[in-house]
């Protein structure tokens, strides 16, 4: 067996003169050819991505109601020399329950655009890379989502999201406007008791209403803080692979995601290294080489097979060993750099 991968120009072609089959997809007598199904995937992918844009414009149609809310409870408020701060308080109610709304909106959109970027890393993106392939589970993650659809991401994180990436500032904004309602109008006041005075609203004392006030936006944005470390949503335009990697932007650190592919290194102990290793190279286009090893408690004579591979094909190698080894031991490691046939060219800088 060879350490090198091997060819990775495309998949395999049959030979001149021999007859080729194309499978078929059939359902009550009716036919598909691949053309046809890739035909029908392509169109559906359509659909996901117009019911996607939809959703999109409804979120952005919560957001323009929660402004015209808070641009009409501004300009009424200091409109006129009287006090109107508890209109103020009404408007960051209504604001509150405008971006729940669009949490409960924005849980639906990432539904539909999961769906669309499941195609785009596990089917399209598959094409274009070795194996050239699709991702041995993208039907089955798709179909689950069809037959048993669930939110990919919880209220809470979304919520949050809405939050922090919209709702946050109009938040500020009306809870200045309130100091600034009570400060100002009608004439500006001298000292804090009178403040306090301006700021009760009916038999409700004002000491009550800022503590209230307080906790109220404090609590919202605590939700905010809580959730930003959640990251259960992924059907927004985000790498699917890869982890986040500093680099020193204007002195300060920012996280972008990498954009190639983590590369892995996987040790496979099995005991039917050829029929393992056939497999690997005809199915994967992947080189793999062997070591002999001994166990130490069996003492047993092992050939250990080790394979680079990029993190995108770690599923289908392991779909192939439980395959044909379902007892195999597979140890998968991350690498920093292979270089070589199939990755990066082995050059020196």
């Known amino acids: ?28 007598g009716y036919s598909l050819k691949p053309s046809e199904f890739t035909s029908a995937l392509t169109t559906y992918y359509q659909a996901e991505i117009d019911r996607s844009n939809v959703w ?4 952005d149609a919560t957001t323009n109601w929660a402004v015209l809310t808070v641009g009409a409870a501004l300009a009424f408020a200091f409109a006129s020399a009287t006090n109107h701060h ?3 308080i009404l408007a960051t109610c209504l ?4 971006t729940w709304i669009e949490a409960r909106r924005y849980r639906y ?25 699709p991702h041995p589970e993208w039907a089955e993650s798709l179909a689950e989502s069809l037959l048993q659809p669930q939110f990919p991401i919880s209220m809470w994180e979304a919520f949050g999201r809405r939050f922090r990436r919209n709702y946050q500032w109009l938040f500020v904004i009306l809870a200045a406007a309130w100091v600034a309602q009570i400060y100002l109008q009608p004439t500006p006041v001298g000292t804090w008791n009178e403040f306090i005075e301006r700021a009760a609203i009916g038999d409700i004392r004002g000491e009550v209403v800022l503590a209230l006030g ?42 972008f995601q990498a954009r190639r592919r983590q590369q892995v290194l996987a040790f496979l102990v099995t005991g039917r290294p050829q029929a393992v290793a056939a497999r690997i190279m005809t199915d994967m286009r992947r080189g793999v080489t062997a070591l002999h090893g ?32 379902p007892n195999a031991f597979v140890v998968i490691v991350p690498v920093n750099e292979v270089l070589g046939r199939g990755f990066n060219p082995l050059k020196v800088q």
């Not at 990775?8 to 009550?28: F, L, M, N």
């Not at 930003?228 to 020193?248: D, I, M, N, W, Y």
């Open 109 to 133: 959109y990432e539904l539909w655009s999961y769906r669309a970027r499941l195609m785009e890393t596990d089917f399209f993106a598959a094409m274009l890379v070795p194996p050239f392939s």
């Open 294 to 325: 001994e166990g130490m408690y069996t003492k047993i004579d092992r050939d250990v097979l080790f394979v680079a591979l990029t993190v995108t094909e770690t599923a289908m190698l392991k779909t192939l060993v439980q395959v044909e080894d």
């Open 1 to 28: 067996m060879t350490g090198e991968p091997t060819d990775e120009t495309g998949p395999a072609k049959p030979e001149d003169g021999a007859p080729t089959k194309e499978q078929v997809w059939s359902y009550r």
């Open 95 to 98: 604001v509150t329950f405008f």
């Open 86 to 88: 508890s209109l103020i």
């Open 56 to 59: 999109r414009q409804r979120l």
């Open 214 to 255: 307080l906790a109220y936006n404090g609590v919202l944005f605590a939700i905010g803080l809580a959730t930003a470390r959640l990251t259960q949503a992924s059907g927004e335009v985000l790498p699917k692979f890869g982890a986040p990697v500093e680099h020193q932007v204007g002195g300060r650190a920012r996280a």
